[in-house]
């Protein structure tokens, strides 16, 4: 449950800053019918709670270079909290991993890996993923066409 109490007005300021995390101020505010303070002051407590976590450019993947995206299951050899760990240490600084989870199922974690190309991802496989602590399996799948990109959080279950 989330901590923060959220009304109707925040719920449009979340909607709108997913959009454009660059709106004016003032535009956001006439946005969602507040004048320019309230709005500012809510914005402003919204990022102070943690609920904003920061602001980024969305990049376009092939324009950078990044034409390859990897789905990547993971299986470990042991479940302990010492080797869980120093698995999830040694990913979330890995660059070419853009999201990591720990999932349930057949493997225990589901990274996202974004590379050049195939060789790049070889060479990503097999001098650094193979060789995390307590690698057991990995199996990679590929992702032919994103058909649906990372879009903004579904807020439908926040007062509106």
């Known amino acids: 449950m989330p901590s ?6 925040d719920r449009k300021l979340l909607e709108a800053l997913q959009t454009d995390g660059r709106v004016p101020n003032t535009d956001l ?25 920061g602001y980024s450019a969305i990049l376009d993947q092939e324009k950078v270079g ?3 995206t990897v789905f990547v299951d993971i299986k470990v050899e042991r479940h ?8 999830c240490e040694a990913v979330s600084v890995l660059p070419e991993v853009v999201m990591a989870h720990l999932v349930s199922g057949e493997s225990d974690f589901l990274l996202q890996v974004v590379v050049p190309d195939l060789r ?6 097999t001098n650094t993923l193979l060789k995390l602590p307590g ?5 990679s ?11 903004p959080l579904p807020l439908i279950h926040l007062p509106g």
């Open 4 to 9: 923060h109490k959220f009304d109707r007005f």
């Open 29 to 53: 505010a006439e946005g969602i019918g507040l004048s320019p303070s309230p709005c500012s002051r809510r914005v402003r407590l919204l990022e102070e709670s943690g609920v904003i976590k």
């Open 66 to 68: 990044l034409g390859l």
């Open 80 to 87: 302990q909290e010492k080797e869980a760990e120093a698995f």
């Open 120 to 125: 790049a991802y070889k060479e990503f496989l």
């Open 135 to 139: 690698v057991r399996d990995i199996r």
């Open 141 to 151: 799948n590929f992702a032919i066409q994103t058909v649906k990109p990372q879009s």
